[in-house]
Structures are given as structure tokens and as C-alpha cells.
Nanobody, 114 residues
């Protein structure tokens, strides 16, 4: 399974970005897809998850501003991020766990300026 994340960039505080992650390869084994983020000097943290059936979870710290969605036809998961804050600055990673592996994309950098 390969995961290609995109959509990061530089945005002002209060702005909006939508990240995309396209999955390819042996994706039939993938049910849950997730977004994580890692800020400088901090551990990688979960942001949101979504199942193939559309069940989702968004971490409390961002649930009033971030949304996760999925297009199973395009094998793509999205992370919509509203009202961005400088504290949201991080590398955002796409993740897809399977029964025998834990796949990661390369990450896409989001920088929020104040």
C-alpha cells in the first residue's frame, strides 16, 4: 500500500486547508484510514480516523474545526481544516493500518502564520 498526501502549505491564522491522501496498491486490506500530525519537538499525535463505511472520529482538540471524509471510489481520504491556528503547524501524515502492516505516507507540511 502506498499513501500519497498533499495539500499542505503556508496559510494565515484563521484560514482553511484541505489535505488529501490517495491510497494505491493492495488497498482491499485497508479499512481504517487516519491523519496524524507531528509538530517540532513533539510526538506524533492522532488527528482523525475514518472507516471504509464512513464511521469517523476526530480528536477533541480539533473536532470543532477539522473534518475527515473519504471517497472510496477514488481511494482518497481528506482532512478539512478550518480556522487554522499557529498551533496547528505540523507535518501531517496519512496512515492506514492493516492486519499485517501499518502504512504511512511521507507527510505534508502545514504552516500557519500568526
Amino acid at each position: 500500500v502506498q499513501l500519497q498526501a498533499s495539500g499542505g502549505g503556508l496559510v494565515q491564522a484563521g484560514g482553511f486547508l484541505r489535505l488529501s491522501c490517495v491510497a494505491s496498491g493492495s488497498i482491499s486490506s485497508i479499512d481504517v484510514m487516519a491523519w496524524y500530525r507531528q509538530s517540532a519537538g513533539k510526538q506524533r499525535e492522532l488527528v482523525a480516523t475514518i472507516t471504509r463505511g464512513g464511521g469517523y472520529h476526530v480528536e477533541d482538540s480539533v473536532k470543532d474545526r477539522f473534518t475527515i471524509s473519504r471517497d472510496n471510489v477514488e481511494n482518497t481520504v481528506y482532512l478539512g481544516m478550518n480556522s487554522l491556528k499557529p498551533a496547528d503547524t505540523a507535518v501531517y501524515y496519512c496512515n492506514a493500518p492493516s492486519w499485517n502492516n501499518n502504512y504511512w505516507g511521507r507527510g505534508t507540511l502545514v504552516t500557519v502564520s500568526s
